[in-house]
């Protein structure tokens, strides 16, 4: 009775569903080891087909295989994998991508792994990414330079090959700069931290991995420079903290706008990251509170025409600023970012940025080429279609990186040109017939040949631009219509390093000066051998000049007569080896041909100067290791050396037979320091000197000179000459200065001594 009782109550009672919680997604920053469920399930979630057991499987043999090895940290070695593998799920690629990522360093750091094991249990396109991020540390190198360039050169290859490579090879960059205060090495860090700022975060840029490559710079930075970024980051929070009231009304006032509209949207701050703004302190002559855009916000709409309908408002409810306005939609950049970006003075006359962007332009901007994995005909894997719809294809971006590798020269000049081709704020031209050409800025005509096609390039000879013969000096602008004028055979131009900024271009025009100059001294060699021969009475004709190089060991005619022409080799001593037992003599100091290149104290090379001839430093421009530099003819005088830039050379435009092709050699790199001169304009207090004297020396200058001059009511400007090592070295102790409050100016000076 009691029983059944309680049976009809329960029957009475509603069913009451337990209560449950969705369980928390797994943090995907890498900041936190996740398990192998864990890591598993994060890649199911986005790409339910994949073989979630082998991703296990991949997690169990890094573990096993790196067994008891610790990082400098003290962490078990195997989770850097296991957070480089999920720094790879958390922007959605494919399981074979995050198993390259769980297994990357196994051939390099277990002695019992190689790549045909991994190809045998994880297959071939596992192992090949694998390979791709692998180190040569097998090989012998001749320096850590060389080293470097070598396996960035393989490194490139296989990138262009496949993009994956170059991603799992950026998500351990990544975590590796997050740990890099562990190692106790200062120069180990500092070396890791340039290669990151040279080569890894403009790499990731390139792609559209904006926010791994910010990441990477200010970790980089931390370590290269960091009291300037201490000063920063105390300078922006002081600001913030200022602008706090007027930031959150003008949030308010976007939401306003907008709903006045009818426009639906979602609203992101964001503030400027303090490498970004040590940058634009580098490059401008500006103070801190003078960078525009320290402040921003993000405006996401649905459509392209909500875009364009938002920026008409913003404008016409506030003042914008019309040199910082830029349409990336219309013209996407090549690493696929597109918004449009405008600064606008708002409510109480703050500066702020906007960025008005859909959400696909948004996902694009937060994940780069990441954002285009998704399901196509039932597989998961990169949609090149979606991603060139976007403005953004990665083969075409790295490319360009990857044609250097057909110009030749070993791989230190592929390692210099490929950073030249890293760096690109873009410039737009465009040919005769309205084809779009992206450069970078500061690009010039023969940068714009190079990039229509080797071959105009090659047979370049000078330009017009927009109807008007140019120099092929003149830097180009945005919208210009570029027409370049050819001869009929490929030539190099003079001063060709003083008029290209791109790796492109300085490669194929390197390339064409070497095979002119191998053909100057095989001509050369060749008259000599002929000259020597005649001497002792043989007639260069009866000679079988294809086996006497045999004879001395040369694989052809032509590889004999360079040697001979460079005075590597002796026609004296050819002749003695083709016919032994002629009469012997030493050949006359005329018949030998020693090319001494290294002018003005070893410090300046130049292919076209004469043996001897006096060098003059410019006083208009002071040029520094570093800095672009081009010689002047003067008689009686020598040849003067000026930067490219300086107002001196403008007079000499229609007199190329004055100019010569000058550089910096590598002792101008390593053992010169030369006197930069600046001025700062800063407010005229006490201390004020002492503190600009101290960051200058905390940046490793040396004053050798300092005069004041008055500046106006409240402020005062100190001309400094300081000692530094190249023109890198006075940008730097120049940024430096900037980032203090009290500074308001920092420039080059270019004046003589006696102005």
């Given amino acids: 009775m009691e029983d059944a009782t309680v049976k009809k109550r329960d029957r009475s009672r509603a069913p009451v569903a337990p209560r449950t919680v969705p369980p928390k997604p797994p943090d995907l920053t890498g900041n936190v080891l996740l398990s192998r469920e864990e890591l598993r399930d994060a890649v199911l979630a986005y790409q339910p087909d994949a073989d979630g057991g082998r991703i296990m499987d991949a997690y169990d043999f890094a573990q096993e295989k790196h067994g008891d090895q610790l990082r400098q940290s003290g ?63 097998q090989l012998e190198y001749r320096s850590e330079a060389s080293k470097q360039a ?15 490579v170059l991603l799992v ?33 403009p790499l990731a840029r390139r792609i559209g991995l904006h926010n791994v490559a910010t990441q990477m710079e200010d970790l980089a930075f931390e370590q290269l420079n960091p009291e300037a970024r201490k000063q920063i980051l105390a300078q922006l929070e002081a600001l913030e903290s200022e602008n706090k009231d007027d930031l959150e009304r003008i949030r308010s006032a976007i939401h306003d706008i907008m709903d006045r509209q009818g426009l639906s949207c979602r609203i992101k701050g964001r503030r400027k990251e303090p490498y970004s703004i040590w940058r634009k302190l580098e490059k401008k002559s500006i103070s801190f509170r003078d960078v525009a ?35 990336f939609i219309s013209v996407p950049k090549p690493n696929g970012y597109a918004s449009l970006q405008t600064t606008v003075r708002a409510s109480g006359n703050r500066r702020v940025e906007l960025q008005i962007r859909t959400e696909a332009m948004d996902e694009t901007a937060e994940r780069g080429v ?19 719809a976007a403005g953004l294809d990665p083969a075409a971006n790295l490319r360009a990186l990857g044609e250097l590798l057909g110009h030749g020269g070993d791989a230190e000049d592929f390692l210099e040109h490929a950073k030249m081709e890293m760096y690109r704020t873009h410039v737009f031209a465009f040919t005769p017939k309205g084809r779009l050409v992206l450069l970078p800025a500061g690009a010039m005509p023969l940068d714009f040949a190079y990039a229509v096609h080797t071959a105009v390039g090659d047979t370049c000879h000078g330009t017009k631009i927009n109807g008007v013969q140019r120099t092929l000096k003149t830097p180009l602008q945005n919208g210009d219509v570029v027409e370049i004028l050819r001869g009929s055979v490929p030539r190099p131009v003079p001063a060709y390093e003083a008029l290209t900024v791109t790796g492109r271009a300085r490669a194929a025009q390197r390339r064409l000066r070497r095979d002119l100059e191998t053909a100057e001294f095989s001509n050369l060699g060749r008259s000599l051998l002929e000259r020597r021969l005649r001497s002792v009475d043989i007639d260069p004709v009866s000679v079988d000049i294809r086996q006497l190089s045999k004879r001395a060991g040369y694989q052809s005619v ?87 830039f300086c107002p001196t050379t403008e007079k000499f435009d229609d007199r190329p037979d004055l100019w010569i092709d000058l550089k910096w050699n590598e002792l101008a790199q390593t053992g010169v320091k030369a006197i930069g001169r600046i001025a700062v304009n800063a407010v005229d207090s006490k201390g004020v000197m002492a503190q600009q004297c101290s960051v200058v020396a905390q940046a490793g200058g040396d004053i050798r000179g300092v005069r004041t001059r008055d500046h106006g009511t409240g402020f005062q400007e100190l001309i400094f000459d300081i000692e530094v090592e190249d023109l890198r070295h006075l940008e730097q102790i120049k940024a430096a200065l900037r980032s203090l409050a009290v500074v308001e100016r920092v420039e080059r000076v270019e004046e003589t001594d006696s102005d």
């Fill in 75 to 137: 962490d078990p070695y195997y989770s850097h994998p296991v957070r480089v593998a999920t720094l790879l799920a958390s922007v959605k690629l494919d399981e074979t991508t995050v198993m390259a990522g769980l297994l990357h360093d196994t051939v390099e750091d277990c002695d019992d792994v190689s790549l045909s094991d991994i190809e045998a249990r994880f297959g071939r396109s596992v192992s090949e990414l694998v390979d791709g991020v692998t180190k040569l540390g």
């Fill in 150 to 164: 070598e396996n960035f050169q393989k490194f490139i290859l296989a990138t262009v090959n496949d993009i994956r």
């Fill in 169 to 201: 090879k950026v998500a351990d960059r990544l975590h590796n700069m997050r740990t890099l205060h562990f190692k106790k090495s200062a120069e180990s860090r500092i070396r890791v931290a340039r290669e990151t700022m040279d080569l890894y975060a």
């Fill in 293 to 327: 855009d320290i402040f921003g916000f993000r405006i996401i709409l649905k459509t392209v025409p909500e875009c364009y309908q938002a920026l008409g408002a913003f404008h016409t409810e506030w003042a914008c600023l019309p040199d910082r306005f830029r349409d």
């Fill in 370 to 388: 990441a954002a285009h994995w998704n399901y196509k005909n039932s597989a998961y894997g990169f949609d090149p279609e979606s991603s060139r």
């Fill in 558 to 644: 032509q590889s004999m007569h360079e040697a001979v022409g460079r005075g590597h080799d002796d026609a004296a001593r050819l002749v003695r080896l083709g016919f032994p037992g002629i009469e012997d003599h030493e050949p006359d100091e005329g018949e030998r041909v020693t090319l001494d290149n290294n002018i003005a104290a070893n410090v300046i090379d130049g292919k076209d100067l004469t043996p001897g001839v006096t060098l003059h430093l410019g006083t208009c421009c002071h040029p520094l290791p570093g800095d672009r530099i081009i010689g002047l003819r003067e008689p009686n005088r020598g040849v003067v050396v000026h930067t490219i």
